[in-house]
């Protein structure tokens, strides 16, 4: 049987050692006897730790690589003979170990350690396969290992091994309690899982730095958290080294000590609660008030608390009878819930988000906080229920949920209670400290003027909306010779009451005339001057002016009433010649589309908006075919923050020209295509289809007329 050279790659033993193994650190003889006791393998390790090539033992006796003297001071035979008898409880026992000394071919003698053990060949001989290393080596690493195993048990500091992905791999009780979580949890996961740190991940950049350049790190001291803790502070020592194979040629990971000195340092302790205090802050101040509604901004607050401040969080507003009067504590206090969030078990979920009001009886929590107008902190126990929840099932659920501390802190704006807010914590995180009660403090006022802010705006927008509705026609009475379809779609939440506005007006000898417009601005004053726009040029047609005319009225009222920009057109339609007069006031041009599918613009009266004044506003002539459509509309049709306003004018041309023969359909059709679900400003569309009446009887017509039955059509009769 040959034996196998060191570094070859093919026929390897099952006993080759992958690099960085046990087996790399503590070299192994391999070496195999047959029946008569001689040598009949002999690996690469064996050559190593005797001394003797293959070709000097293969085929002899296997005695020889022992000494002839007893090996050791007492024994009943020589090394030779031990040899004998080990490997005949190897044949019979199956497994035999024991120390021998050996025979080096130089004619040293030193101690070594055998594991011998049968093996059965192909041809049914048994081969006693031996393996054997120097004692002396053994012992070393087996006295390195029961020195680290002492050291991670019974160590006082933290010690821990990262493979090279910062992963743990290994590590110690001690450091164990520091993280707050068991070792077994910690196994597997990657740093960032288990530490927060409030260094941008300064951390973690150390660590990985000492792993892929090897140059160690001692009594680095780190601010962090702990996934286990996540609200206790604490400042460690941190001495990291780098862990490479056998001969230091490839780092495969990062080892580390850390001893916890946040006693010694609690200065750099409050520095970073103070450090998650200002970024709780930062986050508050970009996160809440994003948009001017109520829900949105109450749910802006329970996600900024939580989870990083608190495990639970409500805001609710106080039901006030009347905001004017002064609270009376001997009342109970009913507020309506509009936001909650939570990390904690079912209960806690019911009980926060299973109701909309919640009454609250005199002598409770809340009235005292509303008395003072300052956060307070309570712990969640039996009385606290009993006098703060007289709803049993509430009751049940608040000691169900796992809430054992509550901050509840005033929403106070303008001097006038808006609500409350209250932040729970369940016994796994510490009590709410002063510190903590001065961040819920500075939280909830910034909150509350959001919050005012944003029911201010809800008023005015109600209020806005009530008028417009109010000043806006319901319906247009077209008449027979014009079909109107009309469409008006309020802007985003922000931008929700605008100024835009049209109306259709019955002129003397069945002409119509069609009036859009649009006061810039939103709110309750742009409605407010959109209603005296339309109204005014309602009552100024009435007295049927040329439409410049009629524009440079209108421009003299916003003049006087301090409208100070606005724009309008205005259209009069004449059945009887399909004849079309058009003035306007700076307003978008109107588009005629033709029976035979063209689309004009008529751009050629643009002038300049109302309240601007001084200047001459003119008038075009235009002739419509019968079935021609007329399309007026206003600025937020076509322009918008992501399109500028001639590329919205060609989409409209494009849209009107494939429209639909309904002018109902067509104006829907239009609005899905040319304006975002969530549009920057207001928009307006008129369509109008106009007919011409019929040519009356010239002069000498002979013919007789016959009235038409119901629903008949008029025929004339014969010459």
Known sequence: MSSELAGQTQGRSPLWSEPGSLLERVPVAVFGVDDDNRICFWGPGAESLFGYAADDVLAQPSGMLFPDAPHTPGSAGSGRDEWARMVERGRSERYWRGRLSILRRDGTVFDGGFRVFRLAGPDGRDTVMALASESGELERVRNNLAFLDALFESCPIGLVMFDADLRFVHLNQALADMDGMPVEDHVGRHVGEVMITPDGGEYESMLRAVGEVGRPIVGSLVGVRTRGQPDRDQVWSVSLFPLSRPGGIRLFGVGGMMVDVTDREQ????????????????????????????????????????????????????????????????????????????????????????????????????????????????????AFVTRNVP????????????????????????????????FGRSA??????????SLAAELTSRAALCLDNARLYSRERDIALTLQRALMPETLLAGRYVTVAHRYLPGGRVTEVGGDWYDLIQLPDRRVALVVGDVMGHGVRAAADMGGLRFTARALARRDPEPSELLAELDQFATETGIELATCVYVVFDPAAGHTRIASAGHPPPLILRPDGEVDTLDEVLGVPLGVGGFTFRAMDVDLPEDAVLALYTDGLVESHDQDFDAGLDRLRDELRAAPESLERAADRI???????????????????????????????TGRWRLPKRGGRARGGET
């Open 267 to 382: 200065a750099l302790v409050e520095a970073s609660a103070a450090r998650q205090r200002l970024a709780l802050l930062d986050r508050a101040a970009a996160r809440i008030g994003t948009t001017l509604d109520v829900a949105v901004t109450a749910r802006e607050i329970v996600q900024v608390a939580v989870p990083d401040f608190c495990d639970a969080a409500v805001v609710e507003l106080v039901e006030w009878m009347n905001e004017q009067e002064p609270f009376d504590p001997a009342l109970p206090v009913v507020t309506r819930r509009i936001a909650s969030d939570t990390v904690l078990s079912s209960a806690a979920t019911e009980l926060l988000s299973g109701r909309e009001t919640a009454r609250y009886p005199p002598g409770s929590a809340i009235h005292h906080v509303l008395q003072t107008g300052r956060p307070e902190s309570a712990q969640v126990d039996e």
């Open 391 to 422: 709803d049993e099932t509430s009751a049940r659920l608040l000691v169900d949920s796992g809430l054992s501390a509550l901050v509840i802190a005033p929403l106070i704006a303008r001097g006038t209670v808006q609500g409350i807010a209250m």
């Open 428 to 437: 796994t995180r510490p009590a709410f400290t002063d510190q903590d009660l």
């Open 671 to 701: 609005l899905t295509q040319l304006v975002s679900p969530d549009p920057d400003d207001d928009t307006v569309l008129v369509l109008a289809r106009v007919r011409r009446m019929p040519p009356r009887p010239r002069p000498g017509w």
